[in-house]
């Protein structure tokens, strides 16, 4: 007897350890959203293959919200229209300032100020607005930023930064893939001398999310270099960027919160009949 109840001790135990892990909730992000610069806004709202897939969206349980990482429009005189497509998702959807979404003054007018964080179920949310000072994160909103941190990241479990320009991005390091465009930028923003340490130090799992890539895939065909999105995980910082326009392999990415406060990501295929077509966005390899 004392066997049997051994071997069913075991595997109540072995069951708990395997348990899958599930869902709690998820958000998604989804850069340079009107899509073709070729096609010079000729298409008024929400780049068209995307708008394709929010249906799909919507049919995702516990789907959170939605962050639409800049160059929402290509004109802001268009906003009317990109709205239209927005409000057809069935979740809040917050939108970053990107440099073809109109003036500051404008933009707040429309959206609140172009910087801000949150709280949702124990996970820190940070948006930023890299267009303020030529990519630097600088002034009342790097301020803003070191309080936040400071003041909001003690009791959470991840923190998840979302900004339009890859502000990490450098000719010396993570060069490649190579923004949309450099429109603007100073010659030696402070991501790596400010912002990467206040990152580091915040001793939590901190994720980077930048839309300003994607846009002109097809240039690159006849190449294995991927432009339409990038993943890298260095210490404690993850850095991600996806974005769409180029027709070849558009993108956007859900995050999925699990229950033991991991994260997970599904990189969405927005061109051809398969989502999952471009694998896994873990897998993604910095070009030499």
């Given at each position: 007897?004392?066997?049997?109840?051994?071997?069913?001790?075991?595997?109540?135990?072995?069951?708990?350890?395997?348990?899958?892990?599930?869902?709690?909730?998820?958000?998604?992000?989804?850069?340079?959203?009107?899509?073709?610069?070729?096609?010079?806004?000729?298409?008024?709202?929400?780049?068209?293959?995307?708008v394709e897939k929010f249906e799909f969206i919507n049919e995702q349980k516990n789907m959170k919200a939605g962050f639409f990482l800049g160059d929402v429009v290509w004109r802001p005189?268009?906003?009317?229209?990109?709205?239209?497509?927005?409000?057809?998702?069935?979740?809040?959807?917050?939108?970053?300032?990107?440099?073809?979404?109109?003036?500051?003054?404008?933009?707040e007018k429309k959206f609140g100020k172009s910087y801000s964080s949150y709280i949702e179920e124990d996970n820190l949310f940070i948006i930023l607005d890299a267009n303020l000072d030529?990519?630097?994160?600088?002034?009342?909103?790097?301020?803003?930023?070191?309080?936040?941190?400071?003041?909001?990241?003690?009791?959470?479990?991840?923190?998840?930064?979302?900004?339009?320009?890859?502000?990490?991005?450098?000719?010396?390091?993570?060069?490649?893939?190579?923004?949309?465009?450099?429109?603007?930028?100073?010659?030696?923003?402070?991501?790596?001398?400010?912002?990467?340490?206040?990152?580091?130090?915040?001793?939590?799992?901190?994720?980077?999310?930048?839309?300003?890539?994607?846009?002109?895939?097809?240039?690159?065909?006849?190449?294995?270099?991927?432009?339409?999105?990038?993943?890298?995980?260095?210490?404690?910082?993850?850095?991600?960027?996806?974005?769409?326009?180029?027709?070849?392999?558009?993108?956007?990415?859900?995050?999925?919160?699990?229950?033991?406060?991991?994260?997970?990501?599904?990189?969405?295929?927005?061109n051809g009949e398969d989502m999952n077509s471009l694998g896994r966005l873990e897998d993604y390899k910095i070009p030499n």
């Amino acid at each position: 007897m004392n066997r049997v109840v051994l071997i069913i001790l075991a595997f109540m135990i072995y069951g708990c350890k395997t348990q899958p892990k599930k869902i709690k909730y998820s958000f998604f992000v989804a850069g340079h959203t009107y899509g073709d610069p070729r096609e010079k806004g000729a298409t008024k709202g929400i780049y068209q293959p995307f708008v394709e897939k929010f249906e799909f969206i919507n049919e995702q349980k516990n789907m959170k919200a939605g962050f639409f990482l800049g160059d929402v429009v290509w004109r802001p005189d268009v906003w009317e229209e990109a709205l239209e497509d927005i409000e057809t998702l069935n979740m809040p959807v917050h939108i970053v300032r990107g440099n073809h979404d109109g003036p500051l003054k404008e933009f707040e007018k429309k959206f609140g100020k172009s910087y801000s964080s949150y709280i949702e179920e124990d996970n820190l949310f940070i948006i930023l607005d890299a267009n303020l000072d030529k990519w630097n994160i600088s002034g009342d909103q790097l301020v803003f930023l070191m309080n936040t941190l400071r003041n909001d990241s003690e009791g959470v479990n991840n923190i998840f930064v979302l900004l339009h320009q890859v502000i990490w991005w450098s000719e010396d390091k993570f060069r490649r893939p190579r923004p949309n465009s450099t429109q603007n930028r100073a010659e030696n923003p402070n991501y790596w001398s400010k912002l990467e340490p206040l990152f580091q130090n915040a001793e939590k799992p901190v994720y980077l999310f930048a839309g300003d890539v994607g846009a002109f895939s097809s240039a690159t065909l006849k190449t294995t270099l991927t432009v339409e999105y990038f993943y890298h995980k260095e210490n404690n910082i993850t850095y991600i960027s996806s974005g769409m326009g180029g027709g070849v392999k558009d993108n956007f990415v859900i995050v999925d919160i699990l229950n033991d406060h991991s994260v997970a990501f599904r990189l969405v295929h927005l061109n051809g009949e398969d989502m999952n077509s471009l694998g896994r966005l873990e897998d993604y390899k910095i070009p030499n």
